[in-house]
C-alpha cells in the first residue's frame, strides 16, 4: 500500500508542476508579442506529459496496486523520478510571481513581467533546451511501458 502511495503523490506532483509550467507558458505566449517559439515547444511537451501522467494515475488508482511495470519507473533512478526532477528544474526558469500580480495595474505589470521574461529567456533557452529533452526520453520510455503492459 505505501508502494501505491509513494507512486500516486510522485505521480501527482508531476501533474501540478506540469499544470503551473503551462499556465506560465500560455502568459507568455499571450502577453509577450515575440515570446520565443522554445515556450510554445515546452507548452505543448508539457502538456502532452501531463496528460500521461494524469492517464498514469488513473490506471493506477484503477487497479487498486502498481503493477511491476510501474514500480519499476517509479524506482529511485526510474524515469518517473528523474522526469519530477527534470520538470521541477524547469519550473525554475520561470520568475515564481508571473502569474500571482493583483491590483488595478495588473495588465500593466503584466505585460512588463512578460517582456522582461521574454529578453532574459535567451540566457536560459539552452537549459531549457537540455531539460526538455530529458523530459521527452522520460516521457517516451514511461508511455513504452504502459503501452506494453496494457498489450
Same mark, same amino acid.
Request: hydrophobic share 40%; with cysteine.
Given at each position: 500500500?505505501?508502494?501505491?502511495?509513494?507512486?500516486?503523490?510522485?505521480?501527482?506532483?508531476?501533474?501540478?508542476? %506540469?499544470?503551473?509550467?503551462?499556465?506560465?507558458?500560455?502568459? /507568455?505566449?499571450?502577453?509577450?508579442?515575440?515570446?520565443? &517559439?522554445?515556450?510554445?515547444?515546452?507548452?505543448?511537451? $508539457?502538456?502532452?506529459? @501531463? %496528460?500521461?501522467?494524469?492517464?498514469?494515475?488513473?490506471?493506477?488508482?484503477?487497479?487498486?496496486?502498481?503493477?511491476?511495470?510501474?514500480?519499476?519507473?517509479?524506482?529511485?533512478?526510474? #524515469?518517473?523520478?528523474?522526469?519530477?526532477?527534470?520538470?521541477?528544474?524547469?519550473? =525554475?526558469?520561470? &520568475? #515564481?510571481?508571473?502569474?500571482?500580480?493583483?491590483?488595478?495595474?495588473?495588465? +500593466? =505589470?503584466? +505585460?512588463? @513581467?512578460?517582456?522582461?521574461?521574454?529578453?532574459?529567456? #535567451?540566457?536560459?533557452?539552452?537549459?531549457?533546451? @537540455?531539460?526538455?529533452?530529458?523530459?521527452?526520453? /522520460?516521457?517516451? $520510455?514511461?508511455?513504452?511501458?504502459?503501452?506494453?503492459?496494457?498489450?
Amino acid at each position: 500500500m505505501a508502494e501505491v502511495i509513494a507512486v500516486g503523490a510522485s505521480v501527482i506532483a508531476i501533474i501540478q508542476i %506540469t499544470d503551473r509550467i503551462i499556465g506560465m507558458c500560455k502568459f /507568455y505566449v499571450e502577453t509577450a508579442r515575440d515570446a520565443s &517559439p522554445d515556450l510554445r515547444v515546452i507548452l505543448l511537451e $508539457t502538456s502532452t506529459l @501531463k %496528460t500521461i501522467f494524469e492517464n498514469l494515475n488513473f490506471l493506477t488508482a484503477c487497479n487498486s496496486g502498481v503493477s511491476t511495470t510501474v514500480s519499476t519507473l517509479s524506482g529511485g533512478d526510474g #524515469p518517473i523520478e528523474g522526469c519530477r526532477r527534470s520538470i521541477i528544474e524547469l519550473e =525554475k526558469l520561470f &520568475p #515564481p510571481d508571473c502569474i500571482q500580480t493583483t491590483g488595478q495595474n495588473r495588465s +500593466k =505589470k503584466r +505585460k512588463v @513581467k512578460a517582456t522582461l521574461a521574454t529578453l532574459a529567456w #535567451p540566457l536560459k533557452e539552452n537549459k531549457a533546451r @537540455k531539460l526538455l529533452d530529458e523530459i521527452m526520453r /522520460y516521457k517516451t $520510455t514511461i508511455t513504452l511501458a504502459i503501452t506494453t503492459e496494457s498489450m
